[in-house]
């Protein structure tokens, strides 16, 4: 008997729009080394099952499960099976569910797999297929249900001090205008109009990660727009301000646990191979 041959893996990326990034993707065995970003990555498997190294774990997602991982948490992702494992995923910037929020510590869901239907239901309209648009208006009312119930599948919080949202979206802000050149915590905080040790708690309660990794996450995703429309990774790398190439490729395999050539030829498959 003639051996199988393995489906060939593959991402697909739906059309940059609204706020939120998604994919959908097909992965035989292992899928990408252990990493963090500094989005809450929000998902479902669609077939197969789908295992990953989380907070001291080992977790396997199966259909029918909402699986939510923590903006700055390491994890990896491989298949549990021979069969390989086919899911979607949407990456969504703790910035907008603070909007929502208006300041509450972000929602931690402990394992990383949730069986609350809520959540399931709530993160329905944003794990569309990758063919399929989100009209705008629904991406926002997806976005509101999504954020309240995080809340509710996360539970009591543990009591702190209200970290202070104003001053940490200040500094967010001055992020953002600053790229292009070194920026100091000293520097934020003097935006922010607070001190730079409670700036950087608040800003890691708020947002999910540090000031230093938000700014150099947005790089990263200068980065990625240009390699995704086929720009040669050096010059990526040179437009989003990293020292070289190597620099770029070890912050990518860093956050993302693969080397952006390895991202770029995955998006290039054929979509023949994806259906």
Known sequence: MTATKPLQDWIRRAAPSGH?????AYFSGRGYDMHRHDTYAIGRTLSGVQS??????FRHS?????????PDEAHDGQAGTEAGFRYRMIYVDPALIQQILGGRPLPFIRDGISA???????SDALLQSTAR?????????ALYELAHALCAAAGGQRGRRSPDYA??????HYIHASLGQ????DELARAAGTDRWSLSRDFRALFGTSPYRYAMLRRLDQARRLIATGSPLAHAAAEAGFT??????????????????????????PASTQD
């Open 52 to 57: 990953f190294h989380y907070r001291r774990g």
């Open 116 to 122: 609350d239907p809520r959540l399931f239901a709530a």
């Open 244 to 269: 070289d190439q190597s620099h770029l490729t070890r912050r990518h395999v860093q956050t993302y646990g693969m080397t952006p050539h390895r991202w770029r030829r995955m998006l290039q498959v």
């Open 20 to 24: 939120v990034e998604r994919i959908e």
């Open 182 to 185: 070194v920026i100091t915590l």
């Open 167 to 172: 001053a940490a979206e200040r500094a967010r």
């Open 133 to 141: 648009p989100v009209d705008p208006l629904q991406e926002d009312d």
């Open 62 to 70: 199966l259909p029918g499960g909402t699986i939510v991982l923590h």
